[in-house]
């Protein structure tokens, strides 16, 4: 079975950044915020439902996320990465295969 997404490749986060001028959240705290923001609003869930879901994450702390680090250039080339990522893995698996 071919593994569609390397997650280890893909640093996709590293292109929300905070639309102030300094950070306050590590990147290692920042991380699993925003991909639950992003997984609440591309399965249409809502960030309400994803905060009361999980016990880590208050709906306030991603609706701040939300609203600092998202933003069309970011999400834009977040999506860039992670496709150019899956293809790479894909084409990568491809020619393996052919080469048996």
Known sequence: MTKLYDRDRADFTRFFTHSGTKEVRSRETLRPLLILDLFAG???????RVANAN????????????????SPEALRNANV???????YSQNKSFS???QR
């Open 42 to 48: 591309g399965t249409n869930t809502g960030i309400k």
């Open 55 to 70: 016990d880590r994450y208050s709906y306030e702390e991603l609706l701040y996320v939300r609203k600092t680090y998202f």
């Open 81 to 87: 990465e992670t496709n150019a990522v899956c293809i």
């Open 96 to 98: 393996t295969r052919l």
